[in-house]
């Protein structure tokens, strides 16, 4: 969906998917709003922050395993959405 204006265009999407509708290099400046935080991308029933709290200060090597791994899904999901607004902006933008 795009919105045409007399200087430039808005382009709006879900920024995982954007370079499957969008060409790459098409635009001089990518900004983006609040990105929402992904909840549990493990499935461990940690949905508010002060859960993962216990698990991430446990002794437990288990626990801290899971609460490394979900930070590498988390991460993994923000390199995600950030390559493809890198892909769309042009050599020289911001």
Known sequence: PELDLRKGRICRGDSTNLTSFVPTNSFDIVMTGYIDPIV???????????????????????????????????????????????????????
């Open 40 to 94: 549990d991308p493990l499935g461990l029933g940690l949905i508010e922050n002060w859960q993962h709290e216990p698990w991430r200060n446990s002794k437990n090597e288990s626990k801290q395993s899971l609460m490394k791994e979900e930070q590498k899904e988390i991460n993994a999901w923000f390199a995600l959405w950030a390559s493809q607004m890198m892909a769309l902006v042009k050599p020289g933008g911001i």
